[in-house]
């Protein structure tokens, strides 16, 4: 039975492990059982995960102009992180109704169950709708009403992450905290850092994330994914993160790499990202960052990123790590529950969790194993 509204017309969560194929005869694929693998999304942006059809629709709603296609599909094309954060300020400027927000959220996280995520944290990013006159209160209410119904209709759980875009610079980002703990909800769980990373190193937000850790706000940055090693070392010790997001240039500095190793410090990493804003295109070679990260024992989580903007979903980076880089499925799992023990949720729900999704992976495991 789904939830009072019906609007958004969801289709059933295809990754619940009552829907593999029941049969003991029936064939498991690797494919269905990473999608069933309960997952933690960490590292997934709102906006970067609008449907291209719904992104033009919203567009010819509200007047925004798009440059000429002929499919909205066609709208996804950049070939490095500039390219791409130019065409996801555009999604972002087409979403202007609490409905949109609402809308959209709704549609991300039916896509994250059907992938198996059993809880999300969602980054959004509030100054790409600040821009346009939608203000804060409004994108939060319309993702806020997509997360409930969401909730409801998938039986996920979703906390928010509204993340400063560095590119505006340190003062800025000040403010936004303030902002961000004026409206301050139980959904909000933490800050991250995002947008390029090229000159604005993580010194310009001491005070930001100083801010936010005195609130008892979580931290997280990206780093190192176009910016240098020391981007990551100093989002650890400069702004107190707890999480690292990408953090492939780690691999260029082999103590801060100890280090890392040595604290457990999550990296939620993104595999079909690195392929569209970093140097490291090919996810078989043997020095493919993610490759060396977890080959010295780092503590990895993976995720989509932008999964629509990206063309890949939590699976489809499962999926990849499987086929391209060689993961096996017990080190699949493995990272599943790393996942979730990266999650920013409190000890005893995790601790539940854990039980209940281990034992979920062993029948998938078991499932398998007969074939
Ligand atoms: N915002 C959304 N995706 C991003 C990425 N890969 N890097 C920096 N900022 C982003
Ligand atoms: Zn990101």
Redesign the pocket.
Known sequence: MKGADERFQSEANSANIMSMPAAATDALTIGNALRALPKAELHL?L??SVNATTFAEMARHHDVELPPHSHPAELFDYSD?AG??DV?ALVAASMIDRRDFERVTYECLERCAANGARHVEM?F?PEAHIEHGVPYDTVLAGITAGVRHAEVDFGLSCLLIP?INRELGGLRAVEFVEMVLAHRTDDIVGVGL????IGYPPELFVDAFRLAEQAGLRRTS?AG??GPAQNVRDGIELLHCERV??GYNIVQDPELLAECVASQVPFTV?PT?TT??TDHRDLSAADHPIRVMYDAGLNMTVNS??PT?FGAELTDEYSKLNRLMGFSFDELAQLALASLDAAWIDEPTKSSWRAEWASDIECISARLDEQ
């Open positions: 942006h906006e970067g992180l791409f954060l996801y980054f990013s993340a995002d947008f390029n990373e990206h994914e176009v997001d990408h993104c990202t569209f804003t990123d932008d903007m």
